[in-house]
Structures are given as structure tokens and as C-alpha cells.
């Protein structure tokens, strides 16, 4: 049981490069989340599914869009990356109010 | 809107000393409140969690927690720290809809030997 698992670790981008953070879980879980963090910040969130086939905005979802298309993977897109963008990025899964976070995922846009 | 405070950004105290990490939050209805401890370069570990009942929660670690529903407060405490337990802490609070927290901006405690 792997629990929530983030591909990759770690990716440096060029500025206006794309690229897809993936995010899984094997727990069957109905709801996922995708969050940054910042410096002297909390967790902030992206994006939200709350289920397959259904995504929704958070409280920063410009220059992000994601997918979930199947039950377990709830992929965060860049599609054109800033350095605004460099952070560090959690996923978390949940049946209800309690989340299970993933390890992260660190990127740097230059 | 939901929102949480953690006043205090850093916090250091003596390896066997007590520890009280502050939170106030604000939410409509009960909330749901909770503590994660992150270690440099690591994910979220819950602590501990509140959604009703019994005000003051135990958690992992020889962590509790106390709610408060008059003070819109949800401290965190330890009676004696370890040096292991030197890391950011965060605040939540969860929504009812979907699951949604909403986080602190986190609390760093460093422990001196």
C-alpha cells in the first residue's frame, strides 16, 4: 500500500515550458487536491476533483489546469510555466475531511 | 470565508521543555481543525485531528490539542519536547464540502539541546 505517491521528485523548467505533475493514489480515495507552498506560507490549493471525470478551482488555480480521468491519478498541468511558479507542489486525497499528502514535488522555473 | 492564524512564525524552546503552539481559525459552523507536523524536505504528517466530541485530542508523537470553541482556538501542545520534534507545524481547517483545507502560514520550532 503505497499510499499517495508524486511523479517526479524534483524538475527544473525554462521559463514557457510545459510540463505534467502526476499524482496517485491506491487507496481509493473519491477526492483529490493539488497544493503549492511557498516560504513562510501554508499549503495553499490549486485545484480539486471530487471525483472522477470532475475538477474545480481552489484559491490559486491561474496558469494550472488538471485532469482526472481515472479514479486514482489526478494530474496538475503547466502549460506555460513562469518563475512565479517555482515551488513546491503537494497532492492529498481524501473520503472526507481528513487528507492523505503525497511527498511533493519541487520545481524550479528559471 | 474560512481563514487560520498561527501567530507565532518561529518558536524555540529547551530540549525537555513544554511547548504550546497557537491557532486561531475562523468557520461558519463546527469545524473540523487539525495539526500536521513537516519535517525538512518531507510531505504533511497528521498529528492529530477534532471534528467533535471530547475537546482536548490526543495525537501521535505525545502531542494534544485543546479546542475551544469561545476562543476560536485550537492549540497545540506537548508537556516536553525532544530535539526530534524540530520541524514547521501547521494548522488546518478542514471544509465539509469536498474536504477542502485551508492551512496556516505555519509555525517553525527549533529545540536547543
Known amino acids: 500500500n503505497a499510499g499517495v505517491t508524486q511523479t517526479p521528485k524534483f524538475r527544473v523548467l525554462k521559463t514557457g515550458q510545459s510540463m505534467t505533475l502526476l499524482c496517485a493514489q491506491d487507496?481509493?480515495?473519491?477526492?483529490m487536491y493539488w497544493y503549492r507552498q511557498d516560504p513562510g506560507m501554508g499549503l495553499r490549493l490549486i485545484h480539486y476533483?471530487?471525483?472522477?471525470?470532475?475538477?474545480a478551482k481552489g484559491e490559486v488555480p491561474d496558469g494550472y489546469n488538471v485532469s482526472r480521468l481515472k479514479k486514482q491519478n489526478f494530474l496538475l498541468g503547466l502549460e506555460s510555466a513562469a518563475p512565479s511558479q517555482t515551488s513546491v507542489y503537494f497532492c492529498?486525497?481524501?473520503?472526507?475531511?481528513?487528507?492523505?499528502f503525497g511527498p511533493g514535488t519541487r520545481l524550479l522555473v528559471l | 470565508a474560512q481563514s487560520v492564524t498561527q501567530p507565532d512564525i518561529h518558536i524555540t524552546v529547551s530540549e525537555g521543555a513544554s511547548l504550546e503552539l497557537r491557532c486561531n481559525y475562523s468557520?461558519?459552523?463546527?469545524?473540523?481543525l487539525f495539526w500536521y507536523v513537516q519535517s525538512p524536505g518531507q510531505g504533511l504528517q497528521l498529528l492529530l485531528k477534532?471534528?467533535?466530541?471530547?475537546?482536548l485530542v490526543q495525537g501521535i508523537k505525545g502531542f494534544e490539542a485543546e479546542f475551544k470553541r469561545s476562543q476560536s482556538s485550537f492549540n497545540l501542545r506537548k508537556p516536553s519536547v525532544h530535539w526530534s520534534d524540530a520541524a514547521e507545524y501547521f494548522c488546518?481547517?478542514?471544509?465539509?464540502?469536498?474536504?477542502?483545507?485551508?492551512f496556516g502560514d505555519g509555525t517553525t520550532l527549533t529545540v536547543k539541546p
Open positions: 492529498a486525497s481524501s473520503t472526507g475531511p481528513t487528507q492523505y
Open positions: 487507496m481509493n480515495h473519491e477526492y
Open positions: 476533483s471530487v471525483g472522477e471525470g470532475t475538477t
Open positions: 468557520y461558519g459552523a463546527t469545524p473540523y
Open positions: 477534532y471534528f467533535s466530541g471530547d475537546t
Open positions: 488546518a481547517v478542514g471544509d465539509t464540502n469536498a474536504g477542502k483545507s485551508t
